[in-house]
């Protein structure tokens, strides 16, 4: 399985980009996206952005990450506040998937 780490641009150089993510950075290929300026935050998957993402969708995925990484040392605590998007409310399919 391969997980999509949300990154944010801090140089690029044409359809190569220096991203960050937390503690972490990374030699990002763009070939995928195309070239981005710098700030916007991608979706990267093995080494190459795949997905031009906005900064709230960006917190959204880290927080399912983190929580992931939370449930795996058994730690179930606080899951509420990773997903407040999705805590008081009925859950709805994808659009597409909804019967017309």
């Known amino acids: 399985m391969c997980i999509g780490i949300p990154m944010q641009i801090q140089a690029v150089d044409e359809l190569s980009a220096h991203c960050t993510a937390d503690a972490t950075e990374q030699q ?9 300026p710098v ?11 795949r997905e031009v993402i906005s900064a709230d969708r960006a917190q959204q995925v880290t927080q399912a990450l983190d929580a992931m990484q939370q449930v795996a040392q058994g730690n179930t605590d606080g899951l509420d506040a990773l997903f407040a998007d999705l805590t008081n409310r009925e859950p709805m ?8």
């Open 28 to 36: 990002v290929d763009l070939s995928l996206v195309g070239t981005q």
């Open 39 to 49: 700030g916007t935050w991608v979706l990267v998957f093995l080494g190459a952005a």
């Open 93 to 100: 399919l994808p659009e597409h998937l909804r019967k017309k």
